[in-house]
Each structure stands twice: as C-alpha cells, then as structure tokens.
C-alpha cells in the first residue's frame, strides 16, 4: 500500500509531499488491437498522475469576510504573506492521500484519557521536565508507536490528533502508518479511533505560525479549492512552564466546545473561557478571543491577533471567526495543518 510522508521544509515551511512510487490502478479498454487478431481487445493499466502544487486551484470565495487580511500585508517594518506555494503543497498532498478509499483513524489521548503512554526506549526530559521522545514530543497526552518486530517497549511517540491509514488489526495492536511518519507502527487498539468509511477531507484550516494568519479553505473538486477566509491569529508561545508552541503538523479536528473552560497558570481555579473552541491536538483549540474571569461576556476582538504568539498552544481568533469554523468544519472530518 502506498505511503506518503510530512516533511517540515528548511526555509521555513511545512512541504507536504508523497514519498513512493505507487499508483492508483483501474483497468480500462484499450482501443489499439494486438497485433495476432482483430477479435479481442487489450486492457491496459490506467495510471493516475499524482497531483503537484501547480495542479492546485485556488479561488477566493469568502464564506466569512471580516477582518479579511491581503495575500501579502505589512506588520511592522517587515511584510507578512498567506504562503499559497506551501498550501498548494499540502493540499496536492491530500488530494493524494484520498484518490483511492483509505481506512483513516486518529491518533488519541487527550489527557491521557487512554492511559498513560509507557517510556520510549530512549528519552529526554524537556523543559517542562516532561518525558519526551528524542525528537521533542512528549509522552503526556501522546501515543506509543511500537516497532512491528517489537512491542515491549516504544520507540517514539505520536500526537493526539495525528491522522493515520489503517493497515490491520493485529492481536491488541492496529498496524497503522501516521501520513506524517514514513513507518508502519504498531498501536495499541485504545488508542486509535477509526473514522467513518465514508470520510473524506473537504475542509482544510491552514495557520501560519511564522506569520501568526489563519486561511480556511473547501474543496470543490479534485485540484479545485475555495478560499473560505484569510484572517489575523495568534498562536502558542513557547514559555515553561506553562505555555507550549503550536505544534507543527497536520491534525484532525476531534472535538468541538461553544465554551472551553481554562484554568488560572498553576492552579485549579477557574481563568475564564474561549468561546467557539475547536480541538485538534491536545489541549491545542482554534477558539475566539479568551474571556478572563469575572468578565462573563464574549469579546469580538483583540489587538493581538496577527501580531506574535503568546497563546498558551490554542489558535486564537476574532470570536465571530472561530464561531465561523466551529459552524464550518465537520469533527473527525476536518483537517488543521500548522505550517511556518
């Protein structure tokens, strides 16, 4: 089976590109006759051509148009941009991903509601003096990824949210390939949902954590795509103890609240609320402008957004623009790709 691989591109941008040779198939009549008679025909393999960023359509098409920012705009002394080549990218590499039917599954465990993941074989403490696998994900909230020939100890960990093909059921274990690692894992089975065999990703979120944006956009047909809205957001900030970057990758949207409840930094008590809050990673949610206690009612806009990241993970919007994608993008049937 064909597997495609999630490569973060050196100059600053997430690259999404398929990384083997496989083909879809199907058979269909040939017109020329063979040469030894005229009596039957020949069927020949039909190969689709995998799509590349300039197959990619795109079209403005706002289904939201407030706060709409321009393809390129300046912030300070420098200019920001929508990076469309990179989106094109990504988008060519989803259109690939579906041109034939996938079982598809997310990776879960938020808040280690399946269990605490067991350690890798080798690990790090970070600095949130969290267990993390080698390359910076941590073991809280995330999923063991065992080799196929060894299911006694992991070696590394998947995020919560990570979209994965479904290869078989083996014993307690799915045999799963994630489309940002170019392995084939073993996963026990608590750990994984299955989606709907009818699934199919029409709704794609794009931020931009170097230039703190947010584009929406809807497929329309293949190599087709709607520009829904360009906007100003504001992404996680990497600050120990408490405050995590975004993190980069491609995510499914899991989980969806009107008002997800936050906690004061280092305390059970009650901070406030982010209203139109749409889950994708973790505790990382696409959520309107937050409201700090006592304050009880919803803030329209804030003049941080689209300026430097200082979210605690979370995504934050104008509230009618996070009210706009929690109304827009289906759960376990959208896509979030965080790029920089």
């Not at 040469?35 to 799509?51: C, I, N, S």
């Not at 795109?58 to 990076?83: A, E, G, I, N």
């Not at 690990?123 to 809280?140: K, Q």
């Not at 997800?260 to 209203?275: C, E, H, N, Q, R």
Request: net charge neutral; with cysteine; proline share 6%.
């Amino acid at each position: 089976m064909k597997r495609f691989a999630l490569l973060t591109a050196v100059a600053l941008a997430l690259a999404l590109a398929a990384c083997d040779d496989r083909e879809a198939r199907m058979d269909v009549a040939d017109p020329v006759w063979p040469a030894v008679t005229d009596t039957a025909e020949t069927e020949l393999p039909f190969r689709r051509k995998e799509l590349t960023a300039a197959d990619i359509s795109l079209t403005k098409d706002f289904l939201y148009d407030k706060y709409t920012l321009d393809d390129t705009y300046p912030y300070q002394d420098t200019v920001r941009s929508f990076k469309w080549d990179i989106i094109r990218q990504c988008l060519a590499f989803i259109e690939n991903l579906q041109a034939e039917p996938q079982r598809w599954a997310v990776l879960q465990n938020y808040k280690n509601l399946n269990g605490e993941a067991p350690v890798t074989a080798r690990y790090v403490r970070n600095e949130f003096n969290r267990v993390s696998d080698t390359l910076g994900i941590e073991r809280y909230q995330s999923v063991p990824l065992y080799l196929p020939s060894d299911t006694l100890t992991p070696v590394r960990y998947g995020r919560d949210g990570s979209l994965a093909r479904l290869v078989e059921e083996v014993g307690s274990y799915w045999l799963l390939e994630p489309v940002t690692l170019e392995s084939a894992w073993l996963v026990p089975v608590r750990y994984v949902k299955e989606l709907s065999d009818t699934t199919f990703f029409r709704h794609v979120v794009f931020v931009d954590r170097r230039d703190q944006n947010i584009a929406t956009l809807e497929r329309k047909a293949e190599g087709e795509w709607l520009v829904r809205s360009m906007n100003p957001a504001t992404t996680g900030k990497h600050r120990p103890p408490y405050g995590h970057d975004t993190p980069l990758g491609m995510f499914v949207v899991q989980q969806k609240k009107p008002k997800m409840i936050f906690l004061k930094d280092g305390s059970t008590a009650t901070g406030g609320y982010a209203p139109y809050a749409s889950r994708f990673t973790n505790g990382a949610y696409i959520h309107g402008v937050p409201v700090n206690v006592p304050r009880t009612a919803m803030i329209e806009y804030s003049w941080s957004l689209g300026t430097t990241p200082r979210s605690h993970m979370c995504v934050r919007n104008a509230t009618s623009h996070a009210k706009f994608v929690y109304e827009w993008a289906p759960v376990l049937a959208s896509l979030v790709v965080v790029i920089e």
